[in-house]
């Protein structure tokens, strides 16, 4: 299990990636589609970034994001590509599905019950997101932005955008500091 | 005559929580089966989850998800152990304290600590035997079927996303005669969205006015009502997720009268989807009418609020002496955003000490009316104080403005308020002396007064006492200083206007009476009163034009009708005159000036 653990961040080749892929499906643990197909957001070549966002249906922080998702996925569409990510196993396809709708969701969404992807993201928190790069090397992981102060307490407004300022270095190439600041939201390892 | 009283805004509210989560499950610690050292769900944290969660935390409740079952609990585990060990959940804000309140929802430092031993242990689920059983909830309305059921006529969607939303609902209540209400319900709509809603009782039709058509609602976060009479708002009628319907005690029935509107002010919170609230609320009358008259005291400093950028400890005070035996029966403390320690104490005649409410971390989403276990005595003498401690720095993160800027008081929410209501009962009182409740009210008015000089509404409301117990002089010196403090106001001027034409001085009372106009030519009221002020100085076309304006502004009153036919009368035009008495009787068959003045009119017309 160390293969999955922080070494990932620098270095990984898209080579090894297509090595990683394989060993997820031999075990079983694998995000899947809509239709119920592994998945894999980070395989194939592209010269965008990928971000994975993780949201819990029973999570009302999740779903006060909705619309700020929307809008940072619209905005940053042509640098990265977005997918978001469901680990709670005891949601269906169909479960995902209304609530993408109820939502006005317009982006492409993956279960994943067994958190491949979570471990692979060292997200801990939903809402939380990963940022790779088009080496698909993690450089972000954790909040959106610092809307939330705790889980009763929002700001009016957010006064620190660390996501998009992920985007916007991985567009200029740069590296991102800080690389990693934990959310406020709901576990994921309660989902285990 | 009318006489509005601008009684400032005072919240209605009811609190009461958890009296639905049936005790079932007492702590089963006592009977330990298995490793006593291991926490289990069934034996430790169940009864735990029950009493103090599961109010809220099940289907159809305002939290977001279920904490009924073992496999629920499991699934938030982790933030179980995190926002009880914060005492973020569940939310109880004020300090322990000596004197209690009702249905406190703490929880032991004991319970806490098991439950984050339980996670740190694995959150085990134990042996079905110590599982206690269910507590059983009333479903649907939780005192059976309310006598009046009334749904908002038009819902409030509820955009996606933006800043927390304050909208207001208006129940015009349909009873033909005055009923006396026991318990009201408050369905919020959609729990999970409405943070809390306060019930306010308007009898003078003022809110209906700011709805752009019937049945709209209106936004805004604090509502004023006028008040045309010494009618003190006397109930706290509040609404927060967990609520039960407080039922009031016996001979503390609310007065709902013919006209009351009850408007439903809410506070909502975007959900990152649209949602449509449409609140319900059901009433429960009694045939008993009220013995005890309860009132609220709203106590106040907002005009000390000028808080600076960046300060982080602004401190408002007041303090106030009562001038009659009280038992306080509920308290309802209220900030916005910049609020951070908020407390009020008691100092009695013998110098004990006694703190009433203690909120070190202030948070307006979980603001609460608080009643008493048991109610307090304040003796005469008892002075109550209020601190209130405001962080306008960088360092607060819910402050609205980024960077800090200047906040002042307000109604809005990036304004600042310092407000604190006492539900006091006056006890050991002499009936003979008057209403205990208008000495409480003259008192706070004459300290509100002294404390800000420069308080239009202080001066307006201390003037409205002083004429309801007939001191004209007194009330006329008031309304001036209010007059020339806001000479824009149109309450102001009229009410100045009509204590003028009370106290026989109409030549002086025209002035202002037309101010009132020129602010809002559609003010029914100063029509009506100019219209008396110039019937007194027997220009009675100039009142037959104004009392005509008035029924065209109110067609339905009774008493704008008599008067103009009494103009008429008084000009010798008599079958229009008499057109005008008939209609005033159509109205109300008892209007005295149009009954006397018919017979009068009849008498007149068969002499020519």
């Known amino acids: 299990m160390g293969f999955w653990g922080r070494g990932m961040r620098c270095g990984l080749r898209w080579s090894f990636l297509l090595l990683l892929t394989a060993a997820v499906a031999v075990w079983g643990q694998t995000a899947l589609d809509l239709d119920g197909h592994a998945a894999n957001p980070l395989a194939g070549h592209s010269d965008k970034a990928v971000v994975l966002i993780f949201l819990r249906r029973d999570c009302p922080v999740s779903g006060r994001y909705a619309p700020v998702i929307q809008q940072i996925s619209k905005q940053y569409a042509g640098s990265a590509n977005f997918w978001l990510v469901d680990p709670d196993k005891r949601d269906s396809a169909q479960d995902l599905r209304s609530y993408l709708a109820d939502y006005n969701y317009h982006l492409p969404a993956l279960r994943d019950p067994d958190h491949a992807l979570a471990r692979l993201s060292h997200v801990q928190i939903t809402p939380e997101v990963a940022v790779f790069n088009r080496n698909r090397q993690l450089v972000y992981d954790g909040r959106i932005d610092n809307w939330y102060v705790d889980l009763t307490r929002a700001r009016p407004a957010p006064t620190t955008h660390e996501l998009e300022d992920a985007l916007r270095a991985v567009s200029d190439g740069k590296s991102v500091t800080p690389a990693e600041v934990r959310g406020v939201g709901c576990y994921i390892s309660d989902l285990e | ?608």
């Open chain 2, 1 to 608: 005559m009318k006489f509005p009283g601008l009684w400032a805004f005072v919240v209605l509210a009811v609190a009461a929580f958890g009296a639905a989560s049936a005790h079932s499950g007492q702590r089963a610690l006592s009977q330990p089966s298995g490793n006593p050292s291991q926490v289990t769900f069934n034996r430790d944290i169940a009864p735990i989850m029950f009493r103090s969660c599961a109010q809220c935390h099940r289907p159809g409740e305002a939290a977001p998800f279920s904490l009924l079952t073992y496999s629920d609990a499991k699934r938030h585990a982790r933030q179980i152990a995190d926002v009880t060990e914060s005492r973020a959940m569940p939310p109880w804000l004020p300090e322990p304290q000596k004197l209690k309140f009702a249905d406190e929802l703490r929880l032991s430092d004991e319970e806490i600590n098991l439950i984050k031993r339980w996670v740190e242990q694995g959150a085990e689920e134990g042996a079905a035997a110590d599982l206690p059983p269910l507590p059983k909830f009333v479903e649907g309305w939780r005192l059976g079927k309310p006598d009046l059921i009334l749904t908002a006529s038009k819902p409030l969607v509820l955009p996606p996303q933006g800043t927390d939303t304050y909208w207001n609902f208006i129940f015009p209540i349909p009873i033909q005669k005055t009923r006396w209400v026991k318990a009201i319900e408050i369905r919020p709509g959609d729990k999970r969205y409405v943070h809390h809603a306060n019930i306010l009782v308007d009898r003078s039709g003022a809110s209906r006015a700011r709805e752009a058509e019937p049945g709209a609602g209106f936004g805004g976060m604090e509502i004023r009502i006028e008040s045309q009479v010494f009618d003190p708002d006397s109930h706290l009628l509040f609404w927060k997720p967990g609520t039960v319907p407080y039922v009031e005690p016996d001979g503390m029935a609310l007065r709902l009268d013919k006209g009351t509107d009850l408007i439903l002010n809410t506070h909502l919170q975007p959900s990152g989807k649209p949602e449509v609230i449409q609140p319900s609320i059901g009433i429960y009358f009694t045939p008993h009418p009220a013995t005890k008259f309860p009132m609220l005291l709203q106590m106040e400093n907002d005009l000390k609020l000028d808080i600076p950028p960046g300060e982080k400890n602004f401190v408002v005070g007041d303090d106030f002496t009562l001038p009659v035996d009280v038992e306080l029966l509920a308290i309802y403390p209220h900030a916005h955003y910049l609020g951070k320690d908020i407390q009020a104490f008691a100092t009695l005649p013998d110098g004990t000490k006694k703190t009433l409410i203690h909120i070190p971390h202030w948070n307006l989403n979980w603001q609460a009316v608080y009643r008493y276990a048991e109610p307090v005595l304040l003796p005469k003498g008892t002075t109550v104080s209020m601190r209130y401690v405001y962080d306008n720095s960088e360092e607060n993160p819910l402050n609205p403005n980024h960077p800090p800027a200047r906040v002042v008081g307000g109604n809005r929410s990036t304004d600042e308020m310092c407000h604190l209501w006492l539900q006091v009962l006056p006890v050991n009182f002499d009936p003979a002396q008057g209403d205990p409740r208008m000495a409480l009210q003259e008192a706070l008015s004459r300290h509100t007064v002294e404390t800000n000089p420069a308080d239009f509404e202080a001066h307006y409301n201390l003037a409205a006492m002083l004429q309801a117990k007939n001191d004209l002089v007194g009330a006329i010196k008031e309304y001036e200083v209010a007059v020339r403090l806001r000479p824009q106001d149109a309450t102001g001027n009229n009410a100045l206007g009509a204590a003028l034409v009370a106290a026989g001085q109409g030549e002086k009372a025209v002035r202002y009476l037309e101010a009132a106009m020129k602010v809002r030519p559609d003010y029914f009221d100063a029509h009506y009163n100019l219209g008396m002020a110039l019937a007194g100085q027997n220009d009675f076309e100039g009142a037959a034009q104004q009392f005509q304006l008035a029924s065209k502004l109110q067609p339905g009153d009774a008493n704008a009708e008599a008067n103009l036919g009494a103009a008429l009368a008084e000009m010798g035009r008599f079958a229009q005159a008499e057109a005008h008495f008939e209609r005033a009787l159509q109205i109300d068959p008892n209007q005295p000036i149009a009954k006397e003045n018919l017979d009068a009119l009849k008498k007149e017309m068969a002499g020519h």
